[in-house]
């Protein structure tokens, strides 16, 4: 069965540094792999996606992902993060396209 | 387009009483799910309706929770009775093609049962 893990439940960081958010999955077959970022009191929005060729996806907002299929990651990144950026973020997997199965979420808290 | 739209945006009820939440999803997608999300939990999908059929409900908790579709433009989660733990932000969503990948959201209804 397919399922995904946020390792970080926070994170914290300063204004115009650079911010991880880890995510890595399990699954039997070929996935695919989102980012949905969520702002207070509002749904979900898809940052980016992966469906298959690059594993270096680029998304919205400044965001990527890479896609690393032998550690069965797919981590997020920016290189400089602003105060609108604070928000829950959730990776999620899907192996049909079909049913999205999310991780925890990771709040990322950016500071001034 | 409006996007996917939700009401009510707050619900507070009193357990045992019937609770229903509605969804108009985005004009022209076929595909409807219904997510509840709570601290514990996370995200979790309920169940989710394509042309109005429903296609997966194995995240239904139980019997008291139920969904209907009635045509394209309208969709219900209703709960009963209610119970405490209940109480979540239950999120709708839509796409096209059954494409959960390209799910839009709407921005919920937060139902707290007392």
């Known amino acids: 069965a397919q399922s995904v893990t946020q390792l970080d439940s926070q994170v914290p960081v300063f204004e115009e540094a650079p911010v991880e958010l880890r995510c890595n999955y399990s699954s039997s077959v070929s996935v695919y792999l989102f980012w949905y970022v969520q702002y207070p009191n509002q749904g979900l929005q898809l940052l980016l996606k992966?469906?298959?060729?690059?594993?270096l996806v680029k998304g919205i907002n400044g965001f990527e992902a890479e896609f690393n299929k032998s550690q069965t990651s797919f981590h997020l990144r920016k290189p400089s993060v602003h105060i609108s950026d604070t928000a829950e973020y959730f990776c999620?997997?899907?192996?049909?396209?079909?049913?999205?199965?999310f991780g925890t979420g990771t709040r990322l808290q950016v500071f001034p | 387009d409006a996007g996917v739209i939700q009401s009510p945006r707050h619900e507070v009820t009193e357990m045992g009483q019937e609770v229903t939440l509605r969804c108009k999803p985005i004009s022209g997608h076929n595909s409807l799910f219904w997510y509840r999300q709570t601290m514990m939990r996370g995200l979790e999908l309920l169940i989710y309706f394509n042309n109005n059929v429903p296609i997966d409900d194995s995240g239904m908790p139980e019997d008291r929770f139920s969904a209907k579709m009635p045509n394209a433009s309208f969709s219900t989660l209703k709960i009963q009775p209610s119970e405490p733990r209940d109480s979540a932000v239950y999120f709708c969503a839509s796409s096209f093609n059954r494409r959960n990948t390209e799910a839009f959201f709407g921005q919920g209804t937060r139902l707290t049962v007392v």
């Open positions: 999620a997997v899907s192996e049909d396209a079909d049913k999205l199965i």
């Open positions: 992966y469906l298959s060729g690059s594993t």
